[in-house]
């Protein structure tokens, strides 16, 4: 696949112009010339060819030769609640669920959460998000919901969704009994604790507000382990 670059605007005209760290990324990593072919995207679901054109200090201006939609999204939508890690494995955690096709996460507050997430800290999980798509080749954006207390989610996600409360237990069933065998329409969405664990009051609630308990396994896998484990089980189970 070429290089790809992210536009925040839609591409729509027949010159575009690139700045900020995607143009500093094709200009001084990629050390770009006059007349290369990149490809650009924009969330929209299309990517576009396009030709440098000219170069500035900081912008590059391209014209836009041809668009098509290519649709790289995975066919089941799957949303991850999670209760951050921190530092480095939460950027982990951001790029796979990325890669493997997560379509949104949900930065989730628990009792036990130990990253409190901020506008500031989610803007930087959106680079992160941005960075995994240009390399995987996604040409819609996982999305990045607003921090959420757990309670809230419980309140606010309805039935339509196939809820799948994740904690370690004996007697829980796997996830792969309780997921979809045939490929279907029905969002999933996951909800995965800290490193603590959700309190046994977060589990009652879960269970009352109609969410079905699963266990990934008999090992305790860490947060963002578990959080691609249920991506992935989710994603791939349809294609068995
Ligand atoms: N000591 C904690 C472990 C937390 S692991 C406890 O016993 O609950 C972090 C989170 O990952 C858990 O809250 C759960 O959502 C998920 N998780 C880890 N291993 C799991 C497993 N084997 N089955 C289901 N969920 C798991």
Redesign the pocket.
């Known amino acids: 696949m070429s290089l790809r670059f992210f536009c925040q605007s839609f591409v729509r005209n027949d010159f575009i112009t690139l700045d900020g760290v995607e143009a500093h990324h094709l200009l001084h990593v990629m050390r770009a010339k006059v007349g290369e072919e990149v490809i650009l995207f924009d969330n929209s679901g299309f990517e576009y060819a396009a030709k440098i054109d000219s170069i500035q200090r900081t912008t590059v201006k391209l014209e836009v030769i041809s668009g098509q939609e290519v649709n790289r999204e995975a066919p089941i939508k799957v949303t991850i609640a999670?209760?951050l890690p921190k530092g480095d494995r939460q950027r982990w955690l951001v790029e796979k669920c990325t890669e493997i096709g997560v379509h949104r996460l949900i930065p989730l507050k628990t009792a036990r959460s130990v990253a409190e997430p901020n506008h500031s800290s989610i803007q930087r999980l959106q680079r992160f998000v941005i960075e995994a798509a240009k390399q995987c080749g996604r040409n819609r954006l996982m999305e990045i919901s607003p921090a959420q207390e757990i309670s809230a989610l419980f309140k606010m996600t309805t039935a339509e969704n196939q809820r799948l409360?994740?904690?370690?237990?004996h007697d829980?069933h796997p996830?792969g009994d309780i997921l979809p065998r045939q490929a279907s329409d029905q969002p999933v969405i996951?909800?995965?604790?800290?490193?603590?664990?959700?309190t046994e009051q977060e589990v009652q609630s879960a269970e009352q507000h109609g969410w079905q308990r699963?266990?990934?396994?008999?090992?305790?896998?860490?947060?963002e382990?578990?959080?691609i484990?249920?991506a992935l089980a989710a994603i791939l189970n349809p294609h068995d």
């Open positions: 999670v209760a409360f994740a904690h370690p237990s829980t996830s996951f909800a995965i604790g800290p490193e603590g664990g959700f699963v266990t990934l396994g008999n090992r305790i896998l860490r947060t382990t578990a959080a484990t249920a």
